[in-house]
């Protein structure tokens, strides 16, 4: 039987239109999830919008539609998004959807059962932007001596009813889950970044909301709305319908970005042991797109829209860019040269031109047929065998979710497969009538690009899908077959280009 591997994305909030963050969040875990379901698992891959709470509410009344009427256009906007970047997605999931709010109602049952909420009253400062309590001690004044969060934005006094979910006796029961799974946060310095948070002490959690509607209920006292964090956190579960659950819960990983790694990795775990279960086993953080050094964000009118940068670029090659540039964890600066040159460097120069130029001897030396080689030499037994050698390195890269270094080791197969051309110079080897050798080389060639469209299908599927299309091979190749050399013989039909330069101006 296939090992499981369930995969999810945060559900983006609905206050405004997708753009490039929550491209890249999607793109990562797409890849991933390309990368397990290549490597034989049975893979579950979920993302949906997050539609509740006081700031999608706010952005509903300022652009006077009616709240439901809101979210459902703008969730509609992100369903378009994913199908046009071909996201591989199995579900799409909104809070909205009644499965859900069944599922949440449920859980709050639970926890009450459980004894893990009691009502209170909450005075405090509330960040609408990250839909969150700030600490006093994470607050600063700004110019006009008003207070604001982390996130810039000014905070809310709230004095409320509230109901309170008992988040300080899970310090302890946390803390040793931390120590005995290491695994539980990526990259490292998350990990002990999130320690140390729970080190210095938990407060109870304020999980209700009085002062506004656009939640779900709290059962039993409609006064009171559900804290959209504990309504949307529970969305990896909910989606799991009809015996999904217990297929794929608990989560193999949950993709996030680092400004929601909190949630993630304090208070989703301490709300799945309080309500009895299993822990997902790993929450990956990755770093932010900034524009000029800050975070690209609708509040700060910075957003790049990945429409149009999908229309203009195409679709593999925003992905790619997303994918290499920056190792995934870490912040990186957008901007529209950069993907220029990296598009122009390593899709065009590198990987495209080896395969145009291979194809195209194939063509004109060989009548199109792929041919039958002689006696290998070390150096093409050297680049033979290096594809299935970084399938091995690049699994165990796959370990720690270093994307950007798989990419990078897949160029160095690229790299040397261009050095071969170089010095093998075909072209003189037909000149001369060296038909051994030409063959030879060309068989080569033709089986290293083969290989290389195996490996990078996850980061690149429709160019890998065209590649195999020229090379007279299926659609999709499980890495189990990266052993397996292409069969000589088949007839190609004439390339065409796969990644063109682009001419267009850098700005
Ligand atoms: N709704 C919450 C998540 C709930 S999950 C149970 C949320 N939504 S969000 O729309 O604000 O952000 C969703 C994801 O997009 C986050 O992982 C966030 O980090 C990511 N990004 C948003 N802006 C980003 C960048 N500028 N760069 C990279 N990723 C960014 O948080």
């Given at each position: 039987m296939k090992k499981s591997f369930y995969i999810t994305t945060p559900i983006y909030y609905v206050n405004d239109l997708p753009h490039l963050g929550h491209a890249y969040t999607s793109f990562a875990a797409d890849s991933i999830c390309k990368y397990k379901l290549l490597s034989n698992y049975d893979t579950y891959f979920i993302t949906g919008t997050d539609e509740h709470g006081q700031k999608v509410e706010n952005s509903a009344k300022e652009k006077k539609i009616d709240t439901q009427k809101f979210t459902d256009q703008v969730s509609a906007r992100f369903k378009n998004l994913f199908q046009k970047l071909k996201l591989s997605n199995n579900d799409f999931i909104r809070t909205t959807q009644k499965r859900h709010k069944n599922k949440v109602q449920f859980i709050w049952h639970k926890l009450l059962n459980n004894n893990e909420i009691y009502l209170g009253n909450y005075e405090g400062w509330y960040s609408?932007?990250?839909?969150?309590?700030?600490?006093?001690s994470?607050?600063?004044i700004n110019k006009d001596n008003k207070k604001i969060g982390p996130s810039q934005d000014i905070l809310k006094k709230v004095k409320e009813p509230s109901y309170f979910f008992k988040l300080s006796k899970w310090q302890k029961p946390l803390?040793?889950?931390y120590k005995k799974n290491k695994d539980f946060v990526k990259p490292l310095s998350r990990y002990n970044e999130v320690k140390s948070f729970v080190e210095r002490g938990l407060d109870d959690l304020s999980i209700s909301r009085t002062s506004f509607k656009w939640g779900i209920n709290v059962p039993d006292n409609n006064e009171h709305v559900i804290y959209v964090w504990l309504d949307a956190l529970f969305n990896y579960i909910s989606i799991l319908e009809n015996?999904?659950?217990k297929k794929y819960w608990p989560a193999d990983v949950h993709i996030v970005g680092k400004d929601i790694l909190r949630f993630h990795a304090v208070y989703w775990p301490a709300f799945l042991l309080a309500a009895g279960y299993e822990l997902p086993k790993t929450i990956y953080a990755h770093g932010w797109w900034t524009i000029d050094g800050k975070k690209m964000s609708k509040s700060l009118g910075n957003v790049i829209d990945p429409n149009y940068l999908v229309d203009t670029y195409g679709i593999d090659?925003?992905?790619y860019f997303l994918l290499k540039e920056i190792p995934f964890g870490e912040d990186g600066n957008f901007s529209e040269k950069l993907l220029i040159n990296r598009i122009n460097s390593d899709l065009a120069n590198n990987y495209g031109n080896l395969i145009q130029r291979v194809l195209s001897m194939i063509q004109k030396y060989n009548n199109g047929f792929i041919p039958k080689p002689e006696k290998f030499t070390d150096e093409d037994i050297s680049l033979m065998?290096?594809?299935?050698?970084?399938?091995?390195?690049?699994?165990?890269?796959?370990?720690?979710?270093?994307?950007n270094v798989i990419l990078e080791n897949i160029w160095q197969i690229i790299r040397l497969a261009n050095s071969y051309v170089d010095n093998s110079e075909p072209w003189n080897l037909f000149k001369n009538k060296n038909i051994n050798k030409l063959n030879n080389a060309l068989y080569v060639l033709t089986n290293t690009i083969y290989k290389i469209a195996i490996l990078s299908q996850p980061f690149l599927p429709e160019s890998s899908k065209k590649i195999f299309q020229l090379l007279n091979q299926k659609e999709e190749i499980f890495f189990n077959d990266i052993k397996n050399n292409i069969q000589e013989g088949l007839k190609l039909s004439k390339p065409i280009p796969i990644f063109p330069r682009i001419e267009k101006d850098e700005k």
């Open positions: 609408v932007r990250d839909e969150c309590f700030i600490n006093e994470d607050i600063t803390l040793n889950f015996g999904l659950e090659q925003v992905r065998s290096l594809p299935e050698q970084i399938y091995k390195i690049n699994n165990d890269k796959m370990n720690n979710y270093q994307l």
